[in-house]
């Protein structure tokens, strides 16, 4: 990833509009700003999210609250608690996530 042309500029994340996207069960809503190529969401999961798809899209995540658990198609298992993040490249290994509590994230892609 590269970052260029993109000028100095702040984010009040409040003041952007959520878009709703159902899961296979409950909900993710997700605040995005693009940055030429470059998307930057916050994303909030409803207690019970659990992806309807296996994700094969590189990310940065970083947990702000609750919890995220994250499966690997090859059967691995991630939690992610607040302070902590995961990484992952484009095309490298499918995942989907699911959270029984609720999650919030800041996701690089």
């Not at 995220?68 to 995942?95: C, I, K, W």
């Amino acid at each position: 990833m590269e970052m260029n042309g993109i000028p100095f500029g702040t984010t009040d994340w409040s003041a952007i509009e959520a878009t709703e996207h159902k899961g296979e069960t409950g909900a993710a809503f997700w605040r995005t700003q693009h940055f030429g190529p470059i998307r930057v969401r916050v994303v909030e999961y409803t207690p019970g999210y659990l992806a309807d798809h296996w994700c094969s899209k590189g990310h940065i995540l970083y947990c702000i609250e609750g919890e995220l658990h994250t499966e690997v198609e090859d059967g691995r298992r991630f939690v992610l608690r607040p302070g902590m993040s995961y990484q992952v490249a484009d095309n490298a290994e499918p995942h989907r996530s699911f959270t029984p509590v609720g999650a919030r994230l800041f996701i690089v892609d």
